[in-house]
C-alpha cells in the first residue's frame, strides 16, 4: 500500500468484471451519502476470488475527512465503547447468518446428496475391511470353532483391535477435518458471514462419533454371520 497517493490497488475480479487496467479510473457511490468518489487505479492484484478495491487507510480517511480511529467490522461478544461516529451500523451474528441462511434450501439437495454418498462410502469401506479381516482369519476360525469356540467370541478375537482402531481414527478424523476447514475456509470465502458458521459443538461432535461408531458396529454384525456362517468342517476337509 505504499506510495499510492490516494491511488487504489483492485483486484484482477475487479478488472475483469469492470474492464478496468492500470491507469484507469475507478468511480464508487456511496448510496448512503448520494456522493460518488473517484480514485485512480495504479495497479491490478492477481485475485480473482472477490471484487476487491485495496487502499492505503490513511489515504481513505484523508479522502473521507475523517480523522482518529476508525473500523471495518468489529466482531464482539459483549457491548463495546465506541462513539456514533466511529460505527457505521451495528447488527448481530443473527442479522449477519440471515442472509447466508436463505441459501440453505438452495443447497440442501446438494448436502443432502454429498452426506449419503459420504455415509455410504463409509459404511462399504468398513464392511469391506471387517470382511476382509474374517476371511484372513478364516482358518484359525474354523479350527476355533471346532474346538467349541462361539461365534461371539470368536467376533471379538478378530474384530475387536480393528473395531477399536476404527473409532479412534474416526474421533481423530472428525477433529483434524475440522481444524482443516477452519484453515481453508478464510481463503475460500475471504470475509462473507459464511465463515461464523462454522462452528462445531461438542454435541454435534460426539452425534458423529457415534453415527460411525454405529456404522462400525453395523459392519461387525455383518462379520459375525459370515463367522457364524463358516462351514468349519468342510473348510479344514478341504484345507488338511
Not at 483492485?10 to 456522493?35: H, K, M, W, Y
Not at 476470488?49 to 489515504?59: E, K, N, P, R, T
Request: overall charge neutral; glycine content about 8%; aromatic content about 10%.
Amino acid at each position: 500500500m505504499e506510495d499510492l497517493d490516494g491511488a487504489v490497488i483492485i483486484s484482477s475480479a475487479v478488472a475483469s468484471r469492470n474492464g478496468l487496467q492500470a491507469g484507469d479510473e475507478l468511480s464508487v457511490f456511496d448510496p448512503l451519502t448520494g456522493e460518488t468518489h473517484v480514485f485512480s487505479i495504479k495497479g491490478v492484484t492477481d485475485y480473482n476470488a472477490q471484487l476487491a478495491v485495496f487502499m492505503d487507510i490513511g489515504d481513505l480517511r484523508s479522502h473521507l475527512g475523517r480523522d482518529g480511529v476508525a473500523f471495518n467490522t468489529v466482531y464482539s461478544n459483549g457491548p463495546l465503547d465506541f462513539s456514533g461516529d466511529q460505527l457505521l451500523g451495528v447488527t448481530t451474528k443473527e442479522g449477519l447468518i440471515a442472509p447466508v441462511k436463505k441459501l440453505e434450501i438452495e443447497v440442501a439437495s446438494s448436502r443432502n446428496v454429498l452426506w449419503t454418498l459420504a455415509i455410504l462410502f463409509y459404511g462399504v469401506m468398513m464392511i469391506y475391511l471387517i470382511q476382509f479381516a474374517v476371511v484372513r482369519k478364516r482358518r484359525d476360525i474354523a479350527c476355533l470353532s471346532a474346538l467349541g469356540y462361539t461365534s461371539g467370541k470368536l467376533t471379538w478375537m478378530v474384530t475387536s483391535k480393528l473395531v477399536a482402531l476404527a473409532c479412534v481414527s474416526a474421533a481423530v478424523s472428525l477433529y483434524v477435518g475440522y481444524r482443516i476447514s477452519l484453515l481453508l475456509m478464510p481463503v475460500l470465502i475471504a470475509s462473507t458471514p459464511i465463515g461464523l458458521l462454522l462452528d462445531y459443538s461438542l454435541p454435534e461432535f460426539f452425534v458423529h462419533l457415534m453415527g460411525a461408531v454405529a456404522i462400525i458396529l453395523l459392519s461387525v454384525l455383518f462379520g459375525s454371520i459370515r463367522i457364524a456362517r463358516t462351514d468349519n468342517l468342510y473348510y479344514l476337509r478341504n484345507r488338511e
